[in-house]
Each structure stands twice: as C-alpha cells, then as structure tokens.
Nanobody, 115 residues
Framework: QVQLVESGGGLVQAGGSLRLSCAAS????????MGWYRQAPGKQRELVAV???????NYAGSVKGRFTISRDSAKNTVYLQMNSLKPEDTAVYYC?????????WGQGTQVTVFQ
C-alpha cells in the first residue's frame, strides 16, 4: 500500500557529495519515522540516519557530522545529504518508512565512492 521510490545514488569521488531522495506514496495514515539504511558487500545492514515524527534526528557515529537527514512532510519525502564521502561509505542505501501499520522499504540505490 505504500511505495517508496529512491533516487540520487551514483558514483562519486572521495570527498564529494551526493543527495539521496526517497518519496513515499500510497496509503499513508501516519509516519512515525523515516530513515536511511545501508548495506555494503559482506556487511550487515546498518542504520545510517533516522528522523522521527517530531523531527528528532539520530545518526550512526560513522556518518555524524558528514551526513544530514531531512524531510519534506508535505511531499512525504526524506533526504540524505552526504558530504565528505569516503570509500567506506560505498553501499546500497535503502530508505525506510515506519507507519502505524508497518515498515516499508525502498528499492535501494547504489552509492559508490572511489579514491
């Protein structure tokens, strides 16, 4: 009932920036939180950043100070601004939206950072 469409992934040189977008559509009654996860080859999926319904944000220690999560509530869209990218940021990034009826995932977008 809820569809998430991600965009903004790509190839970027170390030190560069990317901005990911995730637009939610469909049957959305209440969004409790929106967040970004990532999974690198051979690694477990990890939480990168989350923004709660009230606007409180939280970040993984590895990205704190470099990444910024934001949202446009009117558009049901969440963004992830990624600055000072490092090769270790290379992963598939997934958008997640938590509603009162469950959680939904985006299709994933590849971010590759090269030296």
């Amino acid at each position: 009932q809820v569809q998430l469409v991600e965009s903004g992934g790509g190839l970027v040189q170390a030190g560069g920036s990317l901005r990911l977008s995730c637009a939610a559509s469909g049957s959305i009654f209440s969004i409790n939180a929106m967040g970004w996860y990532r999974q690198a080859p051979g690694k477990q999926r990890e939480l990168v950043a989350v923004i709660e319904g009230g606007g409180v944000t939280n970040y993984a220690g590895s990205v704190k100070g470099r990444f910024t999560i934001s949202r446009d509530s009117a558009k049901n869209t969440v963004y992830l601004q990624m600055n000072s990218l490092k090769p270790e940021d290379t992963a598939v990034y997934y958008c997640n939206v938590a509603t009162i009826y469950g959680a939904y995932w985006g299709q994933g977008t590849q971010v590759t950072v090269f030296q």
